[in-house]
C-alpha cells in the first residue's frame, strides 16, 4: 500500500477542517498557516483561548508542513504564518511575500526507535554517526517527506551523515507524505526510527516500542518563527488582527503562555521572542 497521498487532497481536506466557532463576527478572525508539530502538540488548544479572549479575534489554523505553510501563504491563503524553518522563512521574507520574521520559541528534534534498537544507536548524542549506523544497518526509518520543517531539518541531518536516503526508497527508506503524528503512527507500527519534534513525541500516545534514542545533539536545535503575510502582495491580508496576533505572541503574556505549555509536568516548548 503506498505511504504518500496527494499533497493537495490533504491540503484541501485540512482547509475544509478549519471551523469557525458560532457567535463570531465574520470579519473578526484570522487564517494561521502552521504546522502539524504545533497543532498536534496541543500548543494551539492551550494558546488560542487566551489570545482569542483577550482581542475577540478568532485564529483559524490550517495545520500543515512548513512548506506547504509557505506555499499557502504565498498565494495569500493566510494572514501570517507560525512555522519552524528559518532559511525557508528567510526566503519567504526576502522574496516580498512575509514581513519581518519573528523569532518566538524552541525546541529540538529527537531520533526515535525501536526498543531493540537494530542499528545500535541508543543512548548516543551524536546523530549524524546515528543516521551513518541505521543506513549501514538498512533498519527501517520512517521520513514525514512533505517538505516540512522537520522533513527538511531530517534532509539537511542525512546530507550531514553523507547519506542519501532516497536509494533506500521502498527498502528500508520509508516516505509518508504525512504529519508529524500519522507519521509517529507508521513509524511505530513498523518499529522503525524517525526524526521527531519533542512536543509532538511528548503528546503522542501510541508509542508501541518506541523509544527516545538519541537526543542532545546540538544540531537537533529547533526554532520557530512567525510572519505576517504581506499586504502589499495580498490587498485582503488582515493586517492589523494579523499582526495584533503576532504582538501578543512574542509579548511577555504570550511568551508566558507558552513556556506554560506542560505534558506530565514537562515544557514543551521555550520562549526565546526576547532574544531577537
Same mark, same amino acid.
Given at each position: 500500500?503506498? !505511504?504518500k ?5 490533504r491540503i484541501?481536506?485540512a482547509?475544509?477542517? /478549519?471551523?469557525a466557532?458560532?457567535?463570531w ?8 498557516a502552521?504546522t502539524t ?10 494558546? *488560542?483561548?487566551v489570545?482569542e ?10 495545520? *500543515? =508542513? ?9 498565494r495569500g491563503d493566510?494572514?501570517?504564518v507560525?512555522v519552524?524553518?528559518p ?6 521574507v526576502?522574496?516580498?511575500y512575509g514581513?519581518r ?5 524552541y ?21 549524524v ?12 526509518f520512517?521520513s ?5 520543517g ?6 539537511? *541531518? +542525512? ?10 526508497r521502498? %527498502? +528500508?527508506? $520509508? ?6 503524528g500519522?507519521?509517529? %503512527? ?5 518499529n522503525?526510527?524517525? *526524526?521527531?519534534?519533542r512536543?509532538t +513525541?511528548?503528546a503522542?500516545k501510541? $508509542?508501541g516500542?518506541? $523509544?527516545?534514542? /538519541? ?6 536545535? %529547533?526554532?520557530?518563527g512567525?510572519? !505576517?503575510?504581506?499586504?502589499? $502582495? ?5 493586517q492589523?488582527?494579523?499582526q495584533?496576533?503576532i504582538?501578543w505572541?512574542?509579548?511577555?503574556? =504570550?511568551?508566558?503562555?507558552?513556556a506554560d505549555?506542560r505534558i506530565? =509536568?514537562?515544557q !514543551?516548548?521555550?520562549? %526565546?521572542?526576547?532574544?531577537?
Amino acid at each position: 500500500m503506498a !505511504l504518500k497521498h496527494c499533497v493537495h487532497t490533504r491540503i484541501g481536506a485540512a482547509a475544509a477542517a /478549519v471551523i469557525a466557532a458560532p457567535g463570531w463576527s465574520a470579519d473578526r478572525f484570522i487564517t494561521v498557516a502552521s504546522t502539524t508539530s504545533t497543532e498536534q502538540s496541543g500548543l494551539f488548544r492551550h494558546l *488560542l483561548p487566551v489570545f482569542e479572549k483577550k482581542s475577540g479575534i478568532q485564529v483559524r489554523v490550517v495545520a *500543515l =508542513g512548513t512548506g506547504q505553510a509557505l506555499d499557502m501563504a504565498r498565494r495569500g491563503d493566510a494572514d501570517v504564518v507560525f512555522v519552524h524553518d528559518p532559511a525557508a522563512e528567510e526566503k519567504f521574507v526576502a522574496g516580498g511575500y512575509g514581513l519581518r520574521r519573528n523569532e518566538v520559541m524552541y525546541n529540538d528534534f529527537i531520533l526515535v526507535g525501536p526498543k531493540s534498537d537494530p542499528a545500535k544507536v541508543a543512548g548516543g548524542r551524536d546523530i549524524v554517526a546515528a543516521l551513518r549506523a541505521i543506513q549501514a544497518a538498512k533498519a527501517p526509518f520512517v521520513s514525514r517527506g512533505d517538505k516540512s520543517g522537520t522533513h527538511a531539518a531530517e534532509l539537511r *541531518l +542525512w546530507k550531514l551523515a553523507g547519506v542519501d536516503p532516497v536509494s533506500g526508497r521502498g %527498502n +528500508w527508506y $520509508r516516505e509518508t507524505g504525512s504529519g508529524m503524528g500519522p507519521a509517529l %503512527n507508521t513509524a511505530s507500527s513498523l518499529n522503525a526510527y524517525l *526524526l521527531a519534534d519533542r512536543g509532538t +513525541w511528548l503528546a503522542f500516545k501510541n $508509542r508501541g516500542d518506541l $523509544r527516545i534514542a /538519541v537526543e542532545g545533539d546540538r544540531r537537533l536545535f %529547533n526554532q520557530y518563527g512567525i510572519i !505576517l503575510v504581506n499586504p502589499a $502582495r495580498h490587498a485582503h491580508v488582515k493586517q492589523a488582527a494579523g499582526q495584533q496576533f503576532i504582538d501578543w505572541v512574542v509579548s511577555s503574556e =504570550g511568551q508566558r503562555a507558552i513556556a506554560d505549555y506542560r505534558i506530565g =509536568g514537562e515544557q !514543551l516548548f521555550f520562549p %526565546n521572542a526576547a532574544a531577537r
